[in-house]
């Protein structure tokens, strides 16, 4: 999988990378050779100052269509990725099924039961 990482505010220390490779690698990993590439930046909006401000926002990359993006905001880093994480590969598996299913020409949403009309006397 093509993970981009970028850190805006902070440094981007080897810990913090292996925790996100790991992260996507688990939630989108099943779906790698339907991925173009998946763009991840972290950012502390308010620098010095705290609160619920550090951002994690994935960008996902798919062939011939539109990107998806995922973005969460949290006080704890890894918790904003922890999440954005899970909701990309929720994201990632609806997008796929609603793909597979319009090639496959979806069912349709009720039974069709065929009528039979009485005989004519």
């Known amino acids: 999988m093509n993970i981009h990482i970028q850190a805006r505010g ?6 913090l990378r ?12 099943w779906a790698d050779d ?4 998946v763009s991840v930046r972290l950012s502390d909006e308010n620098g010095p100052r705290g609160g619920e401000d ?11 269509g539109p990107s998806a993006v995922i973005e969460d905001t949290e006080a704890d880093l890894y918790v904003a990725i922890d ?20 090639r496959h020409g979806a069912s349709p949403p009720f039974a069709l039961v065929d009528s039979v009309a009485p005989p004519l006397h």
């Open 10 to 15: 902070f440094p981007l220390t080897e810990g």
């Open 18 to 29: 292996e925790h996100v490779a790991r992260r996507l690698q688990f939630a989108l990993g």
């Open 34 to 37: 339907r991925l173009r590439q």
């Open 54 to 64: 550090k951002r994690c926002r994935i960008r996902i990359a798919f062939p011939g």
């Open 83 to 102: 999440r954005a994480a899970d909701r990309a590969g929720r994201s990632v598996t609806r997008r796929l099924e609603r793909q597979r299913d319009y």
